[in-house]
């Protein structure tokens, strides 16, 4: 059974901080990692990651996945209010179709 | 990009009245689709996998006789649930593969009162 454990649970930073989230995996057999950002409705779609080492970016976000120790980071520098969301991780598995497995979730604050 | 439409938003029925909850993908086939339901303060938790043209597999301790799901096109799934009481109160949310990955519908909050 496929498992993706986040940390930490939830977390309360002030404007400008910097934060790491972390993601770890077990997954029979991997296809993809995608991190999303929740507020009050759907999932919104951060990044999708599917090789070691590479770093994806978008802003102030970014994110690295390391499939030798299966687990991933999201980075959020000069954080904002705005930023304060539940981030999920979730993971695809090629022997479960298109099936997604999500983590907990790590709640975000960001104080002014 | 991909858009998954998702409605109703929000419905509040009463306990043992049955709702729809419909999720299209607007502007791409979706051979399958997903359902979660969320409870507050928790994750995504995978309901159902819905697909186009045969029966739902659903997971675990997920009742199919209750959430009913038919997927009778290619950009069409719906969720059904089923004599509902104040339990199934929640937040379900759909989404359909794309090209690129993902794509969620906006999300229904069920209230059963």
């Known amino acids: 059974e496929d498992k993706v454990v986040q940390s930490p649970l939830s977390l309360v930073v002030h404007e400008g901080d910097t934060v790491t989230l972390n993601c770890s995996y077990e997954?029979?057999?991997?296809?993809?990692l995608l991190w999303y950002k929740q507020e009050k409705k759907a999932p919104t779609f951060l990044f999708m990651l599917?090789?070691?080492?590479i770093e994806k970016k978008s802003g102030r976000l970014s994110s690295i996945l390391d499939k030798k120790e299966l687990f991933s980071i999201l980075n959020i520098t000069a954080t904002q209010t705005g930023d304060s969301a539940i981030y999920l991780c979730a993971v695809a598995d090629n022997n479960a179709g298109n099936m997604l497995t999500f983590g907990g979730g790590t709640r975000l604050m960001v104080k002014p | 990009g991909a858009v998954v439409s998702q409605h109703p938003s929000w419905v509040i029925c009463k306990s043992g009245t049955s709702v729809k909850i419909e999720c299209r993908s607007l502007?791409?086939?979706?051979?399958?689709m997903f359902w979660y339901r969320q409870f507050p303060k928790q994750s995504l938790m995978l309901m159902a996998t819905s697909n186009e043209g045969s029966k739902a597999t659903y997971e675990q301790g997920v009742e199919k006789d209750k959430f009913l799901i038919n997927h009778a096109s290619l950009t069409l799934s719906t969720l059904t649930v089923t004599s509902a009481h104040p339990e199934d109160s929640s937040f379900y949310i759909c989404?359909?593969?794309?090209?690129?990955?993902?794509?969620f519908g906006s999300g229904t909050r069920l209230t059963v009162v």
């Open positions: 997954v029979t057999n991997f296809r993809s």
């Open positions: 502007d791409f086939q979706a051979t399958t």
């Open positions: 989404s359909a593969r794309d090209t690129y990955g993902y794509t």
């Open positions: 599917t090789s070691s080492g």
